[in-house]
């Protein structure tokens, strides 16, 4: 099936620090998803972004935290500066169109803030 | 508030037997939701979809029974194999379209075992 890769698989970073995740979505999609998944918790939505611009986000989403696509390349998630509490696997996900709601995830990141 | 509920949080079912995984929503507006499979280590594979104006779905051995009035549904996942064992992740949705964005909201999963 479709793919969406995920850049890096594993980040360790002190707290502070600026970190960037790194998302290739399915080539014809056109909507992104980040969401967090703490151990032993459930996924949660952090932010949809569409046409260059996000389209809601949740009250996980703070003020550091930032996305973008630049011209069309990796769909990034941007935390800066990182704090402890961000430690968790973000997956990204994307979907084809606005009356596709099916949402193809990436392996995920594995973010460790020390 | 958790809005979307599954049980059990754990199952252990012999292979060739019929796992019944369990979900329960909220939000009466939720009318899309999807199954997702996650093996150790991988991200949320999707399995199988239903949408409200359904009450089954069938994709070979994996089945949705979807009750709208009380906010339900179920996968069943028919003569079980090991190689099924994973997390089972319920998701709702309002779906795409005017005043919804798509955003998937995903219970704490049911962890499957199946022995051989």
């Known amino acids: 099936g479709p793919k969406v890769l995920q850049i890096p698989s594993h980040q360790i970073i002190d707290m502070g620090q600026m970190v960037t995740l790194n998302c290739d979505p399915v080539?014809?999609?056109?909507?992104f998803y980040w969401y967090k998944q703490i151990l032993g918790q459930q996924m949660e939505f952090l932010v949809n972004?569409?046409?260059?611009?996000?389209?809601?986000k949740s009250k996980l989403f703070k003020d550091q935290f930032s996305v973008e696509r630049p011209d069309g390349s990796y769909f990034t998630l941007k935390i800066q500066p990182t704090a402890l509490e961000d430690s968790a696997v973000y997956f990204c996900?994307?979907?084809?169109?606005?009356?596709?709601?099916?949402?193809?995830f990436g392996p995920g990141t594995r973010l460790l803030v020390l | 508030q958790q809005q979307v509920r599954q049980s059990p949080q754990s199952l252990t079912v012999w292979e060739g037997e019929t796992a019944i995984l369990n979900c329960s929503y909220e939000?009466?507006?939720?009318?899309?939701f999807p199954w997702y499979q996650q093996f150790p280590g991988e991200g949320p594979a999707l399995l199988i979809s239903?949408?409200?104006?359904?009450d089954k779905k069938e994709d070979g051995r994996f089945t949705i029974f979807f009750n709208k009035r009380e906010k339900k549904l179920s996968l069943h996942i028919t003569d079980s194999q090991p190689g099924d064992s994973a997390t089972y992740f319920c998701?709702?949705?309002?779906?795409?379209?005017?005043?919804?964005?798509?955003?998937?909201?995903f219970g704490l999963g049911t962890t499957l075992q199946v022995q051989p």
């Open positions: 972004f569409y046409n260059g611009k996000v389209m809601e």
């Open positions: 239903i949408r409200s104006v359904s």
């Open positions: 080539s014809n999609h056109l909507y």
């Open positions: 996900a994307s979907s084809p169109d606005w009356g596709d709601d099916t949402q193809y």
């Open positions: 998701a709702a949705s309002g779906g795409g379209g005017t005043g919804n964005t798509g955003k998937l909201i």
């Open positions: 939000d009466s507006t939720f009318n899309y």
